[in-house]
C-alpha cells in the first residue's frame, strides 16, 4: 500500500514555482478514525484557501508540504478518503526535493495508521500533473 516514485511524472519536470500532486484514495471500516490520524498528523499545520484553475482549493501547508482531504464515493458507491499533497522543491533539482517529500508524507502517513491499529482495506495512489504553486 506504500507509493514509492517509479519514474518523472508530468509533461515536463517540476519547476520551483510548481506543486507535484498526489493523492492517496483510502478506503476502510471506520473512515473517521483515518480521518483523526490525518488530523494528528497535520494538527500543526497552518490553514489556507486558494483559488486554482479547477476552483478553490483549501486544506493545510507548512510552506514546502500542503494536504487537502475530502470525502467521496467511487463507482461501486464505497465511501473513502481522498487525501492530496502537494510538494514543492528548491536547489537545481526541485523535483526530487518534492518527491521525496511526497514519499515520506505517504510513508509518515501508512506508518501512523499502523501504529495507532487502524485497518486500511486499500489505498489507491494517483500521480497528476504539476499545477502552478499559488503560494
Known sequence: MRWKRRAAWGQRPLAADEWAVLH?????SDLIAVDDAVEELTGFMDPFRVD????????????????????????AGRRGLKLSFYASGSGADPGEVAFARLNSAGSALLDHLNAEGITVDSIRWTESDHIRRPF
Open 52 to 75: 486554482i484553475g479547477a476552483g478553490p482549493l483549501v486544506g493545510v501547508t507548512d510552506g514546502q508540504l500542503s494536504v487537502s482531504k475530502a470525502e467521496f464515493h467511487d463507482a
Open 24 to 28: 492517496a484514495e483510502i478506503f476502510a
